[in-house]
């Protein structure tokens, strides 16, 4: 029996590597959960350049401010409107909800509870959300 | 895109998410729904012009608008990848969302100064 020869190959060999689909996220819930999860940043997006064209309607005008009103009574716009809000109310919750596993926060070397720290995001939410209401609905 | 630039990046889209999942809700709420619809008295646009004239609301309609455009870039770049496979268009991709990202906030701070 001869001794085996060891050769050295320049190149890595190809790793052996499963085809996978395009569609793979459709596979199983959890893949759909997550790509809809990270897919709310296109209506993040989207909002925050509305915003920026309510603005720039508001400064330009009263008519400028009329004609904007004017798209976003459009059907369109409504149908955006309320997609998007579940897109952003789902980025919220996912979002405070993995608040504690990506910060950890201590306290005198202990770790604060998952549930405060989600918690704290949450009352912080319902804080900054009763300020705006108030200063777009005072009298 | 350079190593160094990750960091600043994941912190801006962080940050970004953290400013879209306070703030967002509430105002497509009021500004998208509410007020088009006629549920809620929407303020007129001298009320509005008065409110983004301040500087704190100046300030905050830019964060309000720059931050969650680079949380968008950083998490739709990395959407795009995984999802579509498209690893071989990395630069391209990378470059066309924070670039996006960039005009964006540029156009907001450009409009928040120098409006009257």
């Known amino acids: 029996m001869s001794a085996p020869v060891h050769q050295y190959t320049l190149h890595h060999p190809k790793w052996y590597r499963r085809r996978v689909s395009v569609w793979w996220w459709l ?38 401010h009329a004609r904007f009103l004017t798209w976003l009574r459009s059907p369109f716009f409504l149908g955006f409107h309320a997609v998007a809000l579940l897109a952003v109310l789902f980025h919220s919750i996912t979002w ?43 009298r | ?24 809700p509430v105002h497509v709420v009021l500004l ?12 007129s646009q001298e009320a509005l012009h008065a409110l983004i004239r301040h ?12 931050l969650p455009l680079f949380h968008w870039a950083h998490r739709f770049r990395y959407t795009l990848y995984d999802g579509l496979q498209l690893k071989h268009l990395t630069q391209l991709i990378a470059v ?21």
Do not use: H
């Open chain 1, 27 to 64: 596979e199983r819930r959890s893949y759909a959960r997550f790509v809809l999860r990270e897919l709310t940043c296109v209506f993040v997006a989207l909002f925050a350049l509305v915003t920026l064209w309510e603005v720039r309607a508001v400064v330009q005008g009263p008519e400028a």
């Open chain 1, 96 to 138: 405070f909800n993995l608040a504690p596993k990506a910060m950890v926060v201590r306290l005198k070397g202990k770790r604060m509870p998952d549930a405060l720290v989600a918690g704290a995001n949450y009352a912080a939410f319902a804080l900054l959300s009763a300020a705006v209401a108030f200063l777009l609905l005072r």
């Open chain 2, 1 to 24: 895109m350079a190593r160094s630039l990750t960091p600043l990046l994941w912190l801006l889209f962080s940050v970004g998410g953290t400013v879209a999942a306070l703030l967002f």
């Open chain 2, 32 to 43: 998208g729904l509410a007020f088009p619809l006629g549920w809620l008295a929407a303020p």
């Open chain 2, 96 to 116: 066309i969302c924070y670039g996006t990202a960039l005009l964006g906030a540029a156009v907001a701070a450009y409009t928040l100064v120098t409006m009257s």
């Open chain 2, 55 to 66: 500087p704190l609301t100046r300030i905050y309609l830019f964060v309000f608008v720059s």
